[in-house]
């Protein structure tokens, strides 16, 4: 209890302008104390006035007094701070903007430790110790500090609200209850809060369980981040070694070739200098047998000539027939040709594989699916430029356009020879393929299919048209009908009609949409399946068909 005294008298022996035990003090004639240097500080700046008065209850001197040490109180404070006076609190114990300052203390306020329901007050630990030690304080309802004590009081009858009102749900008082409130649902504050509670701690327990759940999540994304990691440094290994092995294999078929073309180039040219030998001899008898010839035909003697020509040996046939032919540049060029022709079927083979090893590799998503765009808008941030392959037409269908625009012709076109052209239908397919996510329209008039189709897709015969196989999706558009398409099955399709037509392609997802477009936008079929390859863009018209540009 007299630790507790002396906290009581702290305030009377601080000095009121610096805020802490009193130092050097001194007393003017009001018979307020200071300390000496703090009054002198607050005097010097209303030297100018002339008129000097006292910081707590504002009486003026004149002249400006001598101040003189307080002895006795000096020795107080003193004596009380040997008996156990604390210092001042330190500035973060006063109460700032955003705390909640206590009710009871005078001139600069302590933070308050606790605030009463009861007294709707809020208290520092010095003002806090009656409700600790006094029996009337028993039954008060201490909480943390709140600035919003106020909030606890009705406005009507400035009582404290501990009740609830459950029809308008607000806190009342008792006397509400009885009177605006009469006759609603109505019941203790504590009640209500206990309720609440309950569900809270349900709430909270959902929280709880969900946070588990996505932790868990986090976990699996985790190792899902770590197995793709293991996964795609694999891959590349052994990708690497694959190529590797490619290239290796290649050079070796090089240095084969290489090895056999000289072997021949060497074995002919030995062929060809033996013969020139062979020649080169026939040619000097020749000549020798000649010689004589000219000699004997020069004598001038007949007798000695009709002597000597029997004695001349009989010209010799040649044992060899030789032909000589020469080839004009046409030696090992056959060879260029052969290495050219491997050299396409192998870039032919790359860029019709190469495309469904990246489809592969973009296909690796171990998240959710994005949903289906749902208006024109969405869906057109997925357009993709499409364009006719002139070497896929069928030579009745006549290309224009920037190869966007298919018009039936009753006049064959001049295409080349393809392996890729259809000869059977008159179909055509789009240089593009298509992967991932992918939108287009296409304007049409009397009759068309709109398809797509892996490349490949038969190019003659009766399998060759859409949707008569399984490498082929088509919806077919006629006047007022429609159809879908598959693997030669066909399946009716409502809608209202229109001229042009939007088709959406989700190939990771496997969804093919087709739409009616006019003012509105309306589904007309939806395929869920898995593609195995790139698809293209198909077109089977009777008239004329346009893709749309959309961007």
């Known amino acids: 209890m007299a630790q507790k005294g002396i906290r009581l008298e702290r305030e009377n022996i601080s000095c009121s302008i ?31 006035k002339k008129l000097y008065s006292c910081p707590q209850c504002r009486q003026t001197f004149t002249p400006r007094p001598v101040l003189l040490r ?23 114990c006063y109460a700032g903007a955003e705390d909640v300052a206590c009710d009871f203390c005078s001139g600069r306020k302590l933070k308050a430790q606790k605030s009463c329901l009861q007294c709707l007050a809020s208290y520092c630990q010095n003002h806090l110790q009656p409700h600790f030690l006094s029996p009337a304080f028993k039954n008060h309802k201490l909480v943390e500090p709140s600035k919003k004590l106020q909030e606890d009081v009705c406005s009507r009858h400035d009582e404290v609200m501990k009740m609830f009102c ?31 509670q309950r569900e809270l701690e349900v709430s909270r327990q959902n929280i709880q369980q969900r946070i588990q759940d996505r932790e868990k999540d986090v976990k699996l994304l985790r190792q ?6 293991c996964s795609a440094d694999k891959a590349v290994e052994d990708s690497q070694k694959i190529f590797t092995q490619l290239i290796r294999l290649m050079k070796k078929q090089h240095s084969t070739v290489t090895q056999q073309v000289r072997s021949q180039q060497k074995s002919e040219v030995s062929r060809v200098k033996e013969l020139e030998e062979k020649l080169r001899q026939e040619i000097a008898e020749l000549k020798r ?39 004009p540049l046409r030696y090992f060029e056959d060879v260029t040709v052969a290495v050219s022709a491997v050299r396409d079927t ?30 024109r808008e969405e869906f057109i941030r997925y357009s993709c430029d499409i364009t006719l392959d002139p070497n896929t037409a069928h030579r009745y269908l006549l290309l224009s356009d920037g190869n966007r625009k298919v018009r039936w012709t009753i006049k064959q076109q001049s295409y080349p020879s393809h392996p890729d052209r259809f000869t059977n239908s008159l179909q055509v397919l789009s240089r593009e393929s298509l992967t991932g996510r992918c939108y287009w329209e296409v304007d049409w008039r009397e009759v068309v299919s ?31 009908v429609y159809y879908f398409w598959y693997n030669n099955i066909q399946t009716p399709v409502s809608g209202p009609r229109s001229s042009r037509v939007g088709v959406y392609l989700d190939h990771r997802a496997g969804v093919l949409s087709f739409y009616s477009i006019s003012e509105t936008m309306t589904l007309l079929h939806r395929v869920h399946t898995t593609f195995t390859q790139p698809l293209h863009a198909g077109l089977y018209v009777y008239d004329t068909a346009e893709i749309c540009k959309l961007k």
């Not at 040996?313 to 000589?324: E, F, G, M, W």
């Not at 870039?347 to 699916?369: A, H, R, Y």
Request: aromatic share 6%; with cysteine.
């Open 18 to 48: 610096c805020l802490d035990l009193l130092k050097n003090p001194v007393t003017v004639s009001c018979g307020h104390s200071y300390c000496m240097e703090c009054l002198q500080t607050h005097w010097d700046t209303e030297v100018k």
């Open 70 to 92: 307080n002895t006795m109180l000096a020795v107080l404070v003193e004596e009380l701070k040997k008996s156990g006076l604390q210092d001042a609190p330190a500035d973060h």
């Open 166 to 196: 459950r029809t308008d749900q607000q806190s009342i008082c008792y006397l509400c209850s009885v009177d605006k409130h009469k006759g609603h649902d109505t019941v203790s504050a504590a009640a209500e809060r206990a309720k609440r």
């Open 224 to 229: 899902e981040a770590e197995n793709i990691n």
């Open 289 to 327: 047998k000649d010689g004589e010839l000219q000699t004997l035909s020069q004598t001038q003697d007949h007798n000695q000539f009709l002597h000597d020509y029997p004695s001349l040996s009989a010209l010799r046939q040649p044992t060899h027939s030789y032909s000589i032919h020469i080839r």
């Open 346 to 375: 192998l870039q032919d083979v790359l860029t019709e594989t190469w495309t469904n090893i990246s489809l592969t590799v973009t296909e690796v998503d171990v998240l959710l699916p994005q949903p289906e765009p749902k208006t």
């Open 450 to 480: 709109i398809a797509v189709a892996y490349k490949n897709i038969s190019r003659t015969g009766s399998e060759c048209g859409f949707g008569r196989n399984d490498k082929s999706w088509v919806l077919f558009c006629g006047d007022n």
